[in-house]
């Protein structure tokens, strides 16, 4: 199908016969790309005078089926939209309904949430910077990074039993509590963890090749990070402070210690630089969890009806054998307000946020998604413009698009 | 939860601005045509630097709606972390709200999606175009008159083969 220019990249007159412009399709089937997404370049020799972005090869329809699945089956389909970290989208996904559903969660139930959604902050920031490493030249730099995200995904089988697709969350609690077992391996984590993150450093912080091909490239200032709507780690490496978890607490980060990273350059190296501490700055928070997981109840109390009640309870009281029927019965599930409100948490790509619409049902009448890839790679013809042909690995690396988000 | 300041500045601009709150949310309905002057106040005066988010509601089948489509807009400061929602209700078939583009950059992609899945024009867009679906795509998805399975594009999709391409 015919690709029309974007008007807001008016750098070239159309008009004009422009026959020293080379017109390059870049994707959707290419291995830098590393997810299904299409760019036509308009090059000058070795430099992008134009990039125009063609997306929706992976569109599946993901808020349409949120309109027929109900709120537990679709945590499923948030599973596969950034699929490096499941458990934000879970988090996120849940945090939404339950906010829709008024519903305050124990305090166990938060802390476990916080140690999973940080464990997969340093699992996504493992993969975009080892993704960028690979794509620069430092393939030693991207093994190191993998076989600490095995770590993470061992820890993550042992909590839940899937490694890829978690699906951990529940309407009002989880899926499983943390067992000793896991409490083991986080530990065991968090004790080499950093070991495997000042090797990291040594790798590439002060690296020529790496350092020369990212330093300076794709510079995002503070104002057009606000003003396109950048956030997370992206922003936080143009100056912009906003982090989430400090400005508008969710589940347990108020209890704890940590710094929001932040970078002044809004270089692909300072948005490298800017995941590299956060993923420090995660292990803090997670170290300090793990230690003070407070006692009692993962779900919310019987009462509430919205999470499955123990075997215990179903079997002991008439409270819980009442609502394992009624939560467990097709046409009956629990109900919602007719009422509309949005949740938000800060993901390890930005801020993830989902808008759901309750119609008295279990079953969501409209569920967005703001997924943080589709508005970071709008960014991308931006940051791109002037470029040469192989910074595009670059900062389409340090930007982290997941075309499963990017396109839902 | 918003700033006082903010609802009554809604309300200096448009006196029939209904203001709602939920789970610690306000919202703020405004008609169609004060939509931008809304925004550039919200903007300019009340330090809204970051647009979050830009979607739209489908309200066809649901219970005691009045309006068909329900345009969501997501507003955020960077410096106080103040929220606010802004609504906009239309009908068909005059479906038409000006873009904010030109107050934030970011609204390209979020209104380029809300034209391409629910057919809501956004007048003064720069690039008008669908995003995720098909240029030569017909229907709106993610209306509610839509089936979830479609209605059979999958299925007579053109092949093209590697002469045509």
């Known amino acids: 199908m015919p690709l029309t220019p974007a008007i807001t990249t008016h750098d070239i007159a159309h008009d004009e016969p422009q026959d020293y412009l080379w017109t390059l399709n870049f994707g959707p089937q290419h291995p830098a790309t590393h997810t299904t997404l299409r760019l036509v370049l308009k090059l000058d020799g070795e430099r992008v005078v134009e990039a125009m972005p063609d997306i929706g090869y992976l569109h599946s ?187 508008d607490p969710y589940l347990a980060y108020k209890d704890f210690d940590f710094k929001v990273c932040c970078a002044t350059s809004g270089d692909c190296f300072a948005r490298y630089l800017v995941r590299m501490s956060e993923m420090r700055e995660s292990l803090r928070i997670v170290e300090q969890a793990i230690e003070n997981i407070p006692a009692g109840p993962v779900n919310v109390a019987v009462g509430e009806r919205t999470a499955l009640p123990t075997k215990r309870q179903v079997y002991s009281t008439i409270e819980g054998t009442i609502t394992h029927f009624e939560l467990s019965m097709a046409n009956r599930g629990f109900e919602t307000p007719n009422e509309e409100s949005y949740f938000a948490i800060e993901a390890p790509n930005g801020e993830l946020g989902f808008y759901v619409v309750g119609d008295g049902t279990d079953v969501a009448y409209r569920a967005r998604c703001r997924p943080p890839s589709y508005i970071h790679f709008s960014l991308f013809p931006y940051l791109i413009r002037g470029h040469t042909l192989s910074d595009i690995v670059a900062v389409l690396g340090s930007l982290n698009i997941i075309a499963a988000e990017l396109d839902r | 939860m918003a700033n006082q300041a903010t609802v009554d500045l809604i309300h200096l601009v448009s006196s029939g601005a209904k203001v709602s709150e939920y789970a610690g949310q306000t919202r703020v309905v405004v008609p ?45 400061s960077t410096e106080s972390n103040e929220r606010l929602t802004v609504r906009v209700f239309l009908n068909e078939p005059d479906l038409v709200v000006p873009s904010v583009v030109a107050l934030w950059a970011g609204a390209d992609w979020f209104e380029r999606e809300t034209w391409d899945m629910f057919g809501v024009t956004f007048s003064g867009h720069p690039d008008h175009r669908r995003i995720l679906m098909p240029d030569d795509f017909t229907a709106f998805p993610l209306r509610k008159d839509y089936p979830l399975q479609g209605r059979g594009e999958r299925h007579n999709f053109p092949v093209l083969g590697r002469a045509e391409s």
Not at chain 1, 98 to 117: A, F, K
Not at chain 1, 132 to 156: C, H, K, P, S, W
């Open chain 1, 61 to 247: 329809g993901f808020e349409k089926i949120g309109e027929s699945l109900n709120f537990n089956q679709y945590v499923t389909v948030t599973d596969r939209m950034n699929y490096i970290s499941p458990m934000a989208n879970n988090v996120a996904w849940h945090g939404a309904v339950e906010r829709l559903l008024g519903l305050e969660l124990p305090s166990r139930c938060q802390y476990i949430r916080t140690i999973i959604c940080e464990l997969a902050r340093i699992s996504d920031h493992l993969l975009c910077n080892g993704a960028v490493g690979l794509d620069t030249g430092a393939f030693t730099f991207f093994m190191y990074a993998f076989n600490q995200r095995e770590a993470i995904y061992d820890i993550f089988e042992t909590l839940c039993g899937a490694r890829f697709t978690n699906s951990y969350t529940r309407v009002g609690g989880l899926m499983y509590d943390i067992t000793p077992l896991v409490v083991e391996k986080i530990r065991k984590f968090c004790k080499e963890f950093p070991k495997t993150l000042d090797d990291m450093e040594r790798l590439l912080n002060r690296n020529r090749i790496f350092v020369d091909r990212t330093k300076g490239v794709g510079v995002l200032s503070k104002a057009e990070a606000t003003n396109r709507s950048a956030t997370g780690p992206i922003a936080r490496a143009s100056g912009v402070t906003r982090d989430l978890r400090k400005d």
């Open chain 2, 32 to 76: 169609a045509d004060v939509l931008f002057v809304v925004m550039e106040r919200l903007k300019k005066q009340r330090g809204f630097d970051l647009l979050v988010d830009v979607t739209c509601v489908d309200y066809l089948h649901y219970r005691d709606a009045t309006d068909r489509f329900g345009l969501v807009y997501l507003l955020a």
